[in-house]
T-cell receptor
Framework: SQQGEEDPQALSIQEGENATMNCSYK?????LQWYRQNSGRGLVHLIL?????REKHSGRLRVTLDTSKKSSSLLITASRAADTASYFC????????????FGTGTKLQVIP | DTAVSQTPKYLVTQMGNDKSIKCEQN?????MYWYKQDSKKFLKIMFS???????INETVPNRFSPKSPDKAHLNLHINSLELGDSAVYFC?????????????FGPGTRLLVL
């Protein structure tokens, strides 16, 4: 299936440190998105990177995409306790009404 | 002024019962979705509607029937509930059905079947 897999499954860091999580997927994609889910809440969109882009920034977030390796990474710099959440990558194929397929998620804990 | 709202937030019911979950979005979006998130946090799409028309229908038991009375509403009716239906159900919407569209999620409905 197209499902992405995040790595690591769980990550615990100190406040102020950087957090890196990775997503690997199986088939060619049109774009890849990252979402955050706080405990007990719905998902919130963070950033979208298209297949012809290699890197994108948004505030403290940096996303890279390597289509040759079928992988993406999300870097959160200078982490804060409020960044504690689960992070999901979501891949989409091109053309028509293509569904977005979510990965398995990385649970990030930022310790104050 | 919640963008995507769902009711109820919690639903506890007995096996065999029929229940409905409602979703409304006030973003003016054309497309709405239902997702199921299991206990391992795996999120899987169930259905998608674009302007009241069903466009994605994943392999979901017939006991699940979505209904979209207008493009701002998407309800999910579940017949003969089973233990395995226990999960969190999320509604989402996007401006268009294209695969690169940002989706806006509701807060979820936590269903527990006893």
């Amino acid at each position: 299936s197209q499902q992405g897999e995040e790595d690591p499954q769980a990550l615990s860091i100190q406040e102020g440190e950087n957090a890196t999580m990775n997503c690997s997927y199986k088939t060619s994609i049109n774009n890849l998105q990252w979402y955050r889910q706080n405990s007990g809440r719905g998902l919130v969109h963070l950033i979208l990177i298209r297949s012809n882009e290699r890197e994108k920034h948004s505030g403290r977030l940096r996303v890279t995409l390597d289509t040759s390796k079928k992988s993406s990474s999300l870097l959160i710099t200078a982490s804060r306790a409020a960044d504690t959440a689960s992070y999901f990558c979501a891949t989409a194929l091109s053309g028509g009404y293509q569904k977005v397929t979510f990965g398995t998620g990385t649970k990030l804990q930022v310790i104050p | 002024d919640t963008a995507v709202s769902q009711t109820p937030k919690y639903l506890v019911t007995q096996m065999g019962n029929d229940k409905s979950i409602k979703c409304e979005q006030n973003l003016g979006h054309d497309t709405m979705y239902w997702y199921k998130q299991d206990s391992k946090k795996f999120l899987k799409i169930m259905f998608s509607y674009n302007n009241k028309e069903l466009i994605i229908n994943e392999t979901v038991p017939n006991r699940f029937s979505p209904k979209s009375p207008d493009k701002a509403h998407l309800n999910l009716h579940i017949n003969s509930l089973e233990l395995g239906d226990s999960a969190v159900y999320f509604c989402a919407s996007s401006q268009f059905p294209a695969s690169g569209e940002t989706q806006y999620f509701g807060p979820g409905t936590r269903l527990l079947v006893l």
